[in-house]
């Protein structure tokens, strides 16, 4: 069975054999939990085929940051998350104006967006 996760409990639940496991971002942290990473992840750009910066094979952080972006969270309802605190890191902030449930809703949305 998969459920969601909630962070403020899954030590809980493992603790009480309640899960098994759980697959949470790097930026999870619980004491006593061993994590193992699975795997690394990159960040792409879609964007629609007309859009300004559709013809670009690299994009700066620059332009990353001035881009409206959408925000996928599997509980939502946060417009910030691990790049945002790398980017404040580096005195920099990008432009959320979305925060998505799931990616399940992430193709309604940006076919009906302007």
């Known amino acids: 069975m998969v459920l969601a996760i909630n962070e403020s409990i899954i030590q809980n639940q493992l603790e009480q054999r309640q899960i098994d496991f759980a697959l949470v971002t790097p ?68 432009n959320v104006s979305l925060s998505v449930i799931g990616t399940r809703n992430f193709p309604l949305w940006s076919v009906n967006s302007v």
Request: net charge negative.
């Open 27 to 94: 930026d999870f942290q619980a004491p006593d939990i061993h994590a193992k990473n699975l795997y690394d992840e990159r960040y792409i750009c879609a964007v629609r085929h007309d859009h300004p910066i559709a013809q670009q094979t690299e994009l700066t952080l620059e332009q990353f940051c001035q881009l409206e972006q959408a925000l996928i969270f599997y509980n939502g309802g946060r417009f910030s998350g691990v790049t945002d605190q790398a980017l404040k890191a580096m005195g920099l902030q990008r």
